[in-house]
């Protein structure tokens, strides 16, 4: 094979190996329609009962992604043991690639994952906040931090994931935003800073 043929059999191996423990994630998120029980993307969205739905939803997607991961590697692997295929090579690499995205956290105290159960829990327990911070607390998560709607207190101080709902800059840009991220927030929580 040529070196060309070669590079070309790396580099689809590597999006293939990238693309496919991501497909549950853009399958639900980008062309299901989740829109029902959350205000449209970018509003905030209410800290309630269907938040929470949410969260543990999108978790599970994320869960369904680990499955997936395990074709592309065990696949790459048995081609390798045969023959080493630059496809193959690609493949494995990419698999890799999301295994060590997922696996290395960006703060090791906020959980594992990119919706890790002790921030649904966290969210969860917002529902009624305790001190209330007004007459009146209305918990809302904003793209940065949560914040009660009335009184503009910072509840909680993380940002907000993707959380499925269509992206308000079009679906293609949502597509590569979570090829890139996998759902997790531009913005780092200020708490880590
Ligand atoms: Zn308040």
Do not use: A, Y
């Given at each position: 094979m040529s070196i060309e043929g070669q590079i070309a059999g790396i580099v689809f191996g590597l999006i293939f190996g990238m693309i496919i423990p991501r497909l549950?994630?853009?399958?639900?998120?980008?062309?299901?329609?989740?829109?029902?029980?959350?205000?449209?993307?970018?509003?905030p969205i209410p800290v309630d009962v269907p938040l929470v739905q949410r969260m543990l939803l999108i978790r599970r997607i994320h869960m369904m992604g680990w499955v997936l991961a395990a074709f592309p590697l065990l696949l790459s692997i048995a081609i390798m043991r045969t023959s080493p295929e630059p496809f193959a090579l690609g493949m494995f690499a990419g698999v890799i690639w999301f295994i060590l995205?997922?696996?290395?956290?960006?703060?090791?105290?906020?959980?594992?994952?990119i919706m890790p159960m002790k921030l649904v829990r966290q969210v969860n327990n917002l529902r009624q906040p305790d001190p209330p911070c007004c007459n009146r607390p209305r918990p809302q998560w904003e793209v940065r931090k949560v914040r009660c709607r009335y009184c503009?207190?910072?509840?909680?101080?993380?940002?907000?994931?993707?959380?499925?709902?269509?992206?308000?800059?079009?679906?293609?840009?949502?597509?590569?935003?979570?090829?890139l991220m996998d759902g997790r927030s531009l913005y780092r929580s200020e708490e880590e800073e």
């Open positions: 549950p994630l853009l399958f639900f998120t980008r062309f299901l329609n989740l829109e029902r029980g959350l205000s449209p993307h970018p509003d995205s997922r696996l290395i956290p960006v703060n090791i105290q906020s959980g594992v994952g503009r207190t910072v509840i909680l101080n993380k940002p907000r994931p993707d959380m499925g709902r269509i992206r308000s800059d079009g679906r293609l840009l949502g597509l590569f935003r979570i090829l």
